[in-house]
């Protein structure tokens, strides 16, 4: 079983300001990009962060074997539920995705 | 290629407190640069800095550097801007590095010109402007009225680059800035030169973290070279380089869009840009495009009380209460709850998180492994200080003693200290994704200037 974080060179999370969450999968090569693109569909990824496949603005950058997802974050930065000030930790969660 | 208009703006590193490589920046005042830009922060450390209008950074560590490069701006004989001084850019934030300044120049024995620019705005008038439909609404959309706008404790609109124009038309050394994009202190003199606008903002999105766009991020230092079709990144440290992919791939960095980043008066759109490599670590880019807005408009952030918040700490290292963590706790905070409702008429929230198990991800957590020992942090809110005490007082026992059922003998867990309670005083949440629309740029914002000397 081939899991996203077998193709991808490093995923990335971090917030962009306080009210979005952005993920970057970085790929060292075009096959590999091309096999996250497929593993990394909006739903799993949807799933996997709690949130559903609408609030998902996903961008394939093929010129980087970049993809990418932004997202509303889970909790408002620093809010009393949120548990990840700098949203670092959400990359975690789609390293295990897989086709099946 | 026509660079008539050349413009090199030197940037010492990604934040002022973060630390640089002195021999780059030395490197980089040697080649002669027409302004050092630095930014002082940013929303990312939370909203604890802009509700207090406090530096995250020490101030020895801040007047340590800001000391280096107030020195490396009288070598180089160029102006030195500071953008969101102080980490949230809040006008007392601005004031404490105002304060920081003059007593370096006593000590230096110079004499500067120092212009400062306050971002600061009254929540009365916000809350005016929201009335007159003034402010419009960011996505995702946060609800917000005039009272919440009035209960912030500090709103700052972002600058842009006519802000800090206004401020270098001054002829100041030192610009202190509060909070300005985190483009518009590099972006502001090549514009105002006539350089390219796409490439001056997309220059100045690639600057904005130091040497982060290159292959060596803690070497800080870079150079952004401004002209009339595009602008060139060089890195200043000795092993340092900018790479076609390094200097692209930095457009993904914090930004929701890889592609358009949004700043007063505009945005940058980067979708046909090109990024060429004139040597092995130097890149060139041009064709970025600025696409100018119909109305002008400047982001706010504000932040509010979220009340105060007592935090209890204790570990769990017996086996069998480790294997039935979850029931604990479920059972603690239940019967905790309960009985402090009893005693206090104010709400409250009580929450326990596994440290070891969950608690970075919570709910969202598919992969949570028991070890040894298990972390548990309580965490109560309320809106005074004095119930979230008194309740974190009620869990303390439960903490400590809590069997878990009726039939066992009276356990008792590990406190790291004594008390196990730790009052975090009062929390803060940004409340505000909302631009506000303006008739003049320097409308919101205010121009001081100042000679300092010894």
Redesign the interface.
Known sequence: MTTLSDVALKIRS???????L?I?I?CETEKAFQQACQIADNDRVAS???TTAADL?R?E?A??N?L?F?L?R?E??????D????GA??A??LS?LSME | MAQTVLTKILIPSGALGLGYDREALARGVAAKPDLIAIDGGSTDSGPHYLGTGTSKYSRSSIKSEWRELMQARAEAGVPLVIGTAGTSGADSAVDWLVEITKEIVAEMGDTVKVAVLKSGQDQGKMASAYQNNRIKQLQPEIEISPELLQSCSNIVALAGAEQIQKALATGADIIIAGRTTDTATIAALPLARGCHPGGAWHGAKIGECGALATTSPNSGTILIAFDETGFTITPMGQEARATPYTVSAHMLYENSNPFQLYEPGGHLDVTSATYTALDDRTVRVTGSEWVPSDAYTVKLEGSRSGGYQTVSMALVRDPHYVANIREWVADIEKKCTDKARQRVNEAFTLELRLIGVDATLGALETDARIGSEVGVMGIVTAQTEATSREVAKILNPYLLHHPLTEQEEMPTFAFPFSPTEMARGEIYEFCLNHVLELDDPMEAFRLDIMEMSA
Request: net charge positive; no cysteine.
């Open positions: 971090k917030n962009a300001g306080p009210f979005w952005t970057d970085f996997a962060l709690g603005k961008y950058i010129s980087l970049v990418k932004s509303p889970p408002i930065q620093g809010t009393r539920y548990r990840d000030m700098h930790s959400f975690n969660l295990g």
